[in-house]
């Protein structure tokens, strides 16, 4: 065969192929990967030939000298659509076997090629890191929760350790678990808390063109002094002090070059850990282990753009800080990867004397019951290292890469919830509970009402210690299985974490005493005279278009009840989603009805001896004709249903809204 003939050739069975291929997917309705699709027509264009010699060859052959009629004209046209059958039942059963989307196509394998190698070198190295600290027991699943303290002590080191040596993402995984002691126990808390996000400086040749290039030109030319030695040095950043052209002192930070990079790579790694651990283990599962790393990855990608912090810093500094100093953005000079900010000159805030202590405990809590209940933006990470004590006695606030944001009516249910347990009313307590999170349908509210009664109990009677009081709170919460709302979680994270650093600045501190004192001036503050004759003008102004409407209205339901013409008018699936998904249901039972339908006369077809012949020379009567197309009609409308079928768990609303 010469090559002309040859490349004929090739051509029209590419094209049949195609045209294969989409025949099957047209017939069943449903889309596949260009590969997957092409793969199985050319196996099918493969299968065809010995296939068909079956079906064929009980055919009398045809020396063409004679008119047979349409007999074989409809055998052709059989024998084709049985040809198109066959991908259709490739692509069913590949879809039942290896869903789509399962595994990688090759453009995407070929890709993340590289990606895949430096996954796995990390892998082989943390996994290495945490052998090496006795962890690996725990990583397969097998480890046992220790019993007595010494244990956790030691787990805990041990845990510490590991992500210490894991690098910038895992540190920073650390620091967040140790600020949640409702999850950890104190032993993990205490350890994790040691975490310092201190490494070396990197030299000034590699952060100067990350300066140059975020803002447009050399440092000389925008400060009118910068020293080049820095005044911290974390994992993701370091900060240098400047001056202004204005002359105003301020703190340069600069993310750290190519972090970008090892953080994404480190945050994929902790996801898989975290799916691993959650199916594998006890331990994983009780903690969720799933979400925590998602709610990580999330902040550690906010903490990583600037601008995010930048944002977060004038929102929380356009509040009333009362004590507390904020440090104000440079908006201007603020990029995906600088922030310039006010300076603020002070100590560590565990410098403060035990003079000092209950009245810096006391503003803070005043700072951030303000920003939660009237403000409603929040600092949500109020730990000590984010503190500093100023020369001039106040506390400064750093850090505002953990921002929380509540809206007029969020804050509302928590200004009663916390009101109901200053009265330490169970009732209303769990009423004003069950509004700040979603109620479930299958609460217990007896035994959560109970089980907020004896915490009150346990932390709010005179005399009783407050310390840790949050975080039962949110024990509570998460044992009754309540879906709590991010930002309400925030709230709550932010309580507990605030409660280790009230201790730390000032021990015995009585927080319910001061937030009994903060709810009675927010209430003067709240029901002066003032405030009350606004909020009443308010109201009214809202009230008086309805009771305008409301005497029309009544007598028109008066009278249409007193000449019978009152009636309930209900629309039935005025949803589109429920009126989407009976359609689809009665698609499907529609096409299952007809296929069986097709299949049965098919059977009962071919099993009818004589009747009209259609083709003397091909043996074949009209019933069987007319048997075998019901019996291609009824293969598809199958086909159509179990696609359909196997198809449906991935294609549910929930699925689509998570993907």
């Known amino acids: 065969m010469d090559l002309p003939v040859t490349l004929v050739v090739a051509v029209v069975t590419i094209v049949m192929v195609i045209a294969l291929a989409a025949a099957a997917q047209r017939l069943l309705g449903v889309r596949f990967g260009a590969v997957r699709t092409f793969l199985a027509a050319l196996l099918a264009f493969s299968l065809a030939g010995p296939l068909t010699t079956p079906i064929l060859s009980p055919f009398p052959q045809m020396d063409g000298t004679r008119d047979v009629g349409l007999g074989p004209l409809w055998v052709l046209i059989l024998v084709v659509m049985c040809i198109v059958l066959i991908p259709m039942v490739i692509l069913v059963v590949a879809e039942a076997l290896v869903p789509t989307g399962s595994i990688p196509g090759p453009l995407?394998?070929?890709?993340?090629?590289?990606?895949?190698?430096?996954?796995?070198?990390?892998?082989?190295?943390?996994?290495?890191?945490?052998?090496?600290?006795?962890?690996?027991?725990?990583?397969?699943?097998?480890?046992?929760?220790?019993?007595d303290h010494t244990g956790a002590v030691r787990l805990a080191r041990s845990l510490r350790l590991a992500l210490d040596d894991g690098g910038v993402t895992f540190v920073k995984l650390g620091q967040v678990l140790s600020t949640r002691r409702d999850l950890l126990p104190p032993e993990f808390i205490e350890e994790l808390g040691r975490l310092q996000d201190q490494v070396a400086a990197e030299p000034w040749e590699l952060v100067e063109p990350v300066l140059r290039a975020e803002l447009g030109g050399p440092v000389e030319e925008v400060f009118a002094a910068f020293d080049r030695t820095p005044l911290a040095a974390a994992s993701i950043a370091q900060a240098y002090t400047a001056r202004l052209r204005t002359g105003e002192d301020v703190v340069v930070k600069v993310r750290r070059p190519g972090i970008g990079r090892t953080v994404a790579r480190d945050l994929d790694i902790v996801r898989r850990l975290a799916v691993t651990l959650e199916s594998r283990t006890r331990w994983g599962r009780g903690l969720g282990v799933r979400d925590l790393a998602e709610g990580f990855a999330v902040a550690i990608r906010e903490e990583l753009d600037f601008r995010v912090e930048a944002a977060n810093m004038a929102a929380v500094a356009a509040s009333d800080g009362g004590g507390i100093t904020y440090p104000t953005p440079v908006g201007a000079l603020c990029t995906e990867r600088v922030l310039v900010m006010q300076r603020l000159v002070g100590k560590p805030v565990t410098a403060a004397t035990p003079e000092q202590g209950p009245r810096l405990a006391r503003d803070l809590l005043d700072c951030l019951l303000r920003q939660i209940l009237v403000e409603g933006v929040f600092h949500a990470d109020p730990h000590p290292g984010n503190l500093m004590l100023l020369d001039d006695g106040t506390l400064g606030l750093l850090d505002f890469g953990s921002v929380g944001r509540l809206d007029a009516s969020a804050r509302a249910a928590l200004q009663r919830f916390l009101l109901a347990m200053n009265r330490q009313d169970p009732l209303a307590v769990t009423d004003a509970l069950l509004e700040v999170v979603p109620r479930p349908e299958d609460i217990d509210e007896p035994a959560l009402e109970r089980a907020l009664g004896q915490f009150m109990a346990k932390h709010l009677g005179p005399g009783l210690d407050s310390v840790r009081m949050f975080t039962d709170l949110f024990k509570i919460v998460s044992s009754y299985g309540l879906s709590i709302p991010p930002e309400v979680a925030a709230v709550f994270r932010a309580l507990a974490t605030l409660e280790?650093?009230?201790?730390?600045?000032?021990?015995?501190?009585?927080?319910?005493?001061?937030?009994r004192a903060f709810a009675g001036r927010y209430l003067s503050e709240q029901f002066d005279g003032g405030n009350l004759k606004e909020a009443a003008a308010q109201e009214l102004a809202a009230l008086l278009p309805m009771l305008r409407r409301l005497p029309r209205r009544v007598e028109r339901i008066a009278s249409a009840a007193e000449h019978g013409r009152l009636g309930l008018n209900v629309r039935l699936l005025a949803d589109e989603r429920d009126r989407g998904f009976l359609t689809g249901l009665l698609h499907q039972v529609l096409l299952t009805v007809l296929g069986a339908t097709a299949g049965l006369m098919a059977v009962i077809l071919l099993g009818v001896d004589g009747g009209p012949v259609a083709s003397e020379e091909l043996g074949m009567t009209l019933f069987q004709l007319i048997g075998y197309n019901l019996l291609v009609i009824s293969a598809v409308l199958v086909l159509r249903v179990l696609i359909l079928i196997f198809r449906r768990p991935r294609d549910t609303p929930a699925k689509r809204t998570s993907s």
């Open 500 to 515: 280790g650093t009230l201790v730390r600045l000032s021990p015995g501190f009585d927080l319910m005493s001061e937030a």
């Open 108 to 147: 995407e394998l070929v890709r993340s090629l590289r990606g895949r190698l430096s996954r796995a070198r990390r892998y082989s190295e943390i996994t290495r890191i945490a052998v090496r600290h006795g962890l690996g027991p725990y990583l397969r699943g097998r480890g046992d929760r220790p019993e």
